[in-house]
């Protein structure tokens, strides 16, 4: 088996020799004619393909495949249209450019044959781009349970807390010393975030079993 990347998502070929049509046409990129496909020949810049072109795959540095449109399309989501230019696009990417808020949907891809393709935990998926795309959106079933605040579960339901709750989850109390300082991370969140930071009068969206790490400070 012979392994290449466009635009740096993984494919494979059973035969070394094929060509820029058929890189392509795996890729999902459909029609080819749509598609420029480039080589990377150096730091500098990259060489077109042709379609009818043969490529070696086993030649050294096949990884450096680009694919780009020659013009942008316009796909639908939610049966509304969406100008893209990217040949491939995670979820977040395309319900960013929809202005849809990532955080309360998730995507469906519909596909012939009446095929559904849900991304509802998998919102790094590189999903082919081409002119019959079309997605809907799912509201996302937000039910949170708990947090984990320094290493201990926390009874938490709200769909959002703020960083002054985060604190009070930790220490009980707030300070209200000015030397003492709190500093809030977080990991595993929502999809459109899944780590960060908060500081005073924050307030973010809850993932059930979220991740605080709360450490106080005293600078007196």
Known sequence: MYYYKVNMKRFESSEPIIT??????????????????LYKVNEKGFTPIQL???????????????AVRYKSLVIKVDDKDVEVENCFMTPLEIMAIANIDSNNFYLIELRKGNVEVTYEDDVE????????S????????????????NAKNK??????ISFEEVVILAYDVISQNPNIIYTVNYVKGVANKPEGSMIKGDEISVKNKMIFNVTRTDKS
């Open 125 to 132: 998926h590189k999903i082919a781009i081409h002119k019959n």
């Open 155 to 160: 009874p938490w339901s709200k769909s959002r």
């Open 52 to 66: 009818d072109e043969k490529i070696d795959l086993k030649k050294v540095g096949i990884e450096g495949l680009k």
């Open 20 to 37: 820029g049509k058929t890189i392509l046409n795996k890729a999902g990129l459909i029609p080819e004619e749509d598609y420029e496909l």
């Open 134 to 149: 079309c997605f809907v959106t799912c509201p996302i079933e937000i039910k949170v349970e708990c947090v984990i605040v």
